[in-house]
């Protein structure tokens, strides 16, 4: 059996941004490795396995941005990307 990845504690998170980033691949197999042996659920590792793989610094500039308007880093991302599909649409 394969070792477990070891998630670090991190200062900032730009830190843990770049970790998660720069092990994306060990990540990866781990989420296939899990799905070959039956443990690949509804959890937080089935959640992440659909999350969109962003670049550390606009992670970083998105939490900035967030925090600047009050909201959660998350609603923020879904209104920035809710907001960009429309401007697109409109565009198209």
Do not use: C
């Amino acid at each position: 059996m394969a070792q477990k990845l070891q998630v670090p504690k991190f200062a900032k998170e730009s830190e843990e941004a770049r970790w998660w980033f720069d092990h994306r691949d060990d990540v990866a197999d781990e989420f296939e490795l899990a799905e070959r042996e039956g443990r690949l659920g509804r959890g937080t590792v089935a959640r992440l396995a659909n999350a969109i793989s962003l670049d550390p610094e606009d992670v970083a500039r998105a939490r900035a941005q967030a925090e600047r308007r009050g909201l959660e880093y998350q609603a923020y991302v879904k209104m920035v990307v809710h907001q960009a599909l429309i401007s697109e649409e409109n565009t198209a």
